[in-house]
C-alpha cells in the first residue's frame, strides 16, 4: 500500500530563489509526521509545495497518484486540508461562514453532524458563532482555521505552526485537541512547529529540515532523546 | 412642497439606477481591486440587445429575461478571455485594458446598432396619474425592478452556498483555494452577474433617457459616483451611496446649479469623497485582533 503522502526530489522556490533543494519525505496514514527547523528553513514552503501555492518540480504523490502541478483547488478537493501560517481565516465573515466554506466541497449528509463535532471539539466556537472571524482572540482564530480545516474530512492535515504568537495555556488546550483529533479519526498530520519539544510529543516520526534540504529523520521519540540533535538544531 | 417631493421621488427612481451600476461596479472591484470602467458601455450593449428582441417580436419580459442571460453570458466571457490573460499584471495594464474593453464594446455598439437615437419602450404604463401625478408609472415600475433586484442579489450573496463561495473567493482567493472554491470560476461568475444587472439598468433607464450608444456614459459618473460616497468596498453603502445621489443631483439639478450643471455634481461628490474621506461614508471597516 502506498504511504499517504510521498514526496520525491522536491524543489520549489519563489521567483528565482531557490528553497527547496530536492526533499524526501513520506507521511503515513493515521499519524502525524513532524517538520521542524529554524526559522527560515522552508517548513512553510515545503507545506506550500504540497498545496500547490509555489512552483514545484520533483514528484508528490498523494495516495499513490501525482499530486504536484496541480492547482491548490483541486488539492483540496482530493482530501488534503491546509491550515496555513496566518491562519487563513476568511476574517470578514462569521464564525458559521468559515464553518460553511470548510465544508464547502462536501456532497454528503453528514455536514450537520460535523458542525457538532467540532462545537464538542470547540466549545468557544460555538459560543462565537455569529461573530466575524476577526474579532475571534489569536487562539479561537486558530481553533477556527483548524475547525475549518477538518470540516473538509480530510485524509491529510497540513498544519503550519499551529502554536504561533498564541500563550502557553492556549497551546495547551490546541495541542490537547490535536491528540484527540488524532485518535479519534484516521486523518494523516504533517504538523510544521518551531517548538520542537511540543511537536516530538505528539509526533511519531519526524524530519529536520535545515536551508531546505532535510538533515535528519526518524521516530520521533528517538530524536527527542538524542541530546546532541537537541542541542544541535533544536535549541533545548 | 409638491415640486420638491416630486424631485425626490424622481431622484430616487434614477438613483435605483445609479445604485445598481454602483453595485456592479462595487462587486468586480471587491474581487479584483480594480474599477470596471466599462460597466456602463456593457450595460448600453445589453439594453441595445434587449431593443433588437423586442423588435424581432419578443414579449417585452420575454426579451427583458432573454436579455438578462445574455449579458450574463457576456460578462463570464470578457473575464474569460480578457481580463484572465491580464490577471497578474501591473495595475497600469489593468486600465489600459478597461478602457480598450470601453472604446470596444462602445464602438462595436455603435457599428452594429447604429449611433442615432432610438426610443427604448417601457413596461409599466398607466392610464391615470398616480398619487396625483406625483410619480409616473415608469418611476413607480422601475424602482421596483430595482429593489426587486437589490433584494436578489443581497439573498444570493447571503443565502447561499454559491453566493458565499463567491464572497470568500473575493476577500481571500489564497484561503478559498485551500477549502477547494473554484477562485477563477467565482470570478468569471461575479463578472457575468455585474454585467446582468447592469443590464436591468440599462433597460430601466433606456425609456427615461433614450437608447444610443453613449447613454450610459453620465450615468456610470453618478454611479461611480454612488460606489466612492458609500464605500467602493461596501455593497451596501454603494447601493445606499447611489441613492443618495440620484436624490442629490435631481435636487441641485432643479434647485441649485440648474440641469446644465448636473453632471459637475457628480464630479464634485467624486473628488470630494477622494479628498475628505477615500473610503467612503461606509467604508469598510475590518474588526481584527492579532
Ligand atoms: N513569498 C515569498 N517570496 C520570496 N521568498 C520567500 C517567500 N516566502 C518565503 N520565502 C523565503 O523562503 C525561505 C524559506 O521560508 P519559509 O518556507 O517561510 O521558512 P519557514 O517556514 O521554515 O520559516 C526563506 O528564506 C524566505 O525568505
Ligand atoms: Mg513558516
Redo the contacts between chains.
Keep these: 500500500m502506498p504511504a499517504l503522502l510521498e514526496a520525491r526530489g522536491l524543489h520549489a522556490g519563489y521567483g528565482p530563489t531557490q528553497v527547496l533543494h530536492g526533499l524526501d519525505f513520506t507521511v503515513e496514514e493515521g499519524g502525524v509526521t513532524a517538520l521542524l527547523g529554524a526559522n527560515g528553513a522552508g517548513k512553510t514552503t515545503t507545506l506550500r509545495a504540497i498545496?500547490g501555492?509555489v512552483r514545484t518540480t520533483g514528484e508528490v504523490l498523494f495516495r499513490g497518484e501525482r499530486i504536484d502541478g496541480r492547482?491548490?483547488?483541486d488539492i483540496?478537493?482530493r482530501g488534503i486540508?491546509?491550515v496555513?501560517d496566518g491562519r487563513?481565516?476568511?476574517?470578514?465573515?462569521t464564525v458559521e461562514?468559515n464553518f460553511?466554506?470548510?465544508a464547502?466541497?462536501r456532497r454528503d449528509a453528514e455536514v450537520q453532524a460535523d458542525f457538532e463535532r467540532m462545537w464538542a471539539l470547540f466549545p468557544r466556537l460555538r459560543q462565537r458563532w455569529r461573530q466575524?472571524a476577526?474579532?475571534?482572540?489569536?487562539g479561537e482564530q486558530q481553533m477556527l482555521a483548524i475547525a475549518?480545516a477538518l470540516l473538509?474530512r480530510p485524509r491529510l492535515l497540513l498544519m503550519d505552526e499551529p502554536s504561533f504568537?498564541l500563550a502557553p495555556l492556549i497551546v495547551e488546550e490546541i495541542f490537547g485537541i490535536m491528540r484527540r483529533v488524532r485518535e479519534e479519526s484516521r486523518v494523516g498530520i504533517l504538523l510544521v512547529e518551531q517548538n520542537a519539544n511540543l511537536a516530538l510529543e505528539l509526533a511519531d516520526h519526524a524530519y529536520l529540515l535545515e536551508t531546505g534540504r532535510i538533515v535528519i529523520s526518524g521516530p520521533a521519540a528517538e530524536i527527542r532523546r538524542d541530546e546532541a540533535i537537541r542541542r544541535s538544531y533544536l535549541g533545548y | 412642497m409638491e415640486a420638491l417631493a416630486h424631485q425626490i421621488i424622481a431622484g430616487i427612481a434614477t438613483g435605483g439606477i445609479y445604485a445598481s451600476l454602483a453595485l456592479a461596479l462595487v462587486m468586480i472591484y471587491q474581487a479584483t481591486h480594480h474599477v470596471n470602467f466599462a460597466q456602463g458601455e456593457m450595460a448600453t450593449l445589453s439594453t441595445f440587445i434587449a431593443l433588437s428582441f423586442i423588435q424581432a417580436g419578443m414579449p417585452y419580459w420575454v426579451a427583458f429575461f432573454a436579455t438578462i442571460a445574455v449579458s450574463f453570458l457576456i460578462g463570464v466571457a470578457v473575464e474569460r478571455l480578457l481580463m484572465r490573460p491580464v490577471q497578474n499584471a501591473p495595475v497600469l495594464t489593468h486600465v489600459g485594458v478597461f478602457i480598450g474593453l470601453l472604446l470596444i464594446i462602445g464602438n462595436l455598439t455603435g457599428w452594429v446598432f447604429g449611433y442615432t437615437t432610438k426610443m427604448f419602450p417601457t413596461p409599466f404604463e398607466s392610464d391615470q396619474p398616480l398619487f396625483g401625478g406625483l410619480v409616473s408609472a415608469h418611476q413607480l415600475g422601475s424602482t421596483a425592478v430595482t429593489l426587486a433586484v437589490l433584494l436578489l442579489v443581497y439573498l444570493f450573496f447571503r443565502h447561499t452556498?454559491l453566493g458565499?463561495?463567491m464572497?470568500?473567493a473575493a476577500?481571500?482567493p489564497?484561503?478559498?483555494?485551500?477549502?477547494?472554491?473554484?477562485?477563477g470560476w467565482m470570478l468569471a461568475l461575479g463578472w457575468g452577474l455585474a454585467a446582468a444587472i447592469g443590464a436591468v439598468a440599462g433597460m430601466m433607464i433606456a425609456p427615461v433617457v433614450f437608447l444610443d450608444p453613449t447613454m450610459m456614459l453620465g450615468i456610470l459618473l453618478y454611479a461611480f459616483a454612488g460606489a466612492l460616497l458609500g464605500g467602493i468596498d461596501n455593497p451596501m453603502g454603494a447601493v445606499l451611496g447611489g441613492f443618495a445621489v440620484g436624490v442629490l443631483e435631481n435636487l441641485a439639478g432643479a434647485y441649485v446649479v440648474g440641469t446644465e450643471l448636473k453632471l459637475t455634481v457628480a464630479l464634485i461628490i467624486i473628488i470630494g469623497v477622494l479628498v475628505i474621506r477615500p473610503s467612503g461614508l461606509f467604508g469598510?471597516v475590518?474588526?481584527?485582533?492579532?
Excluded: C, D, W
Design positions: 498545496s501555492m492547482a491548490t483547488e483540496a478537493r486540508a491546509h496555513p487563513g481565516t476568511f476574517m470578514e465573515l461562514e460553511r466554506l470548510g464547502y466541497i466575524q476577526g474579532t475571534l482572540s489569536g475549518r473538509l504568537g | 452556498k458565499l463561495a464572497r470568500a476577500y481571500n489564497r484561503s478559498a483555494r485551500l477549502v477547494g472554491i473554484r477562485v469598510r475590518v474588526l481584527s485582533r492579532v
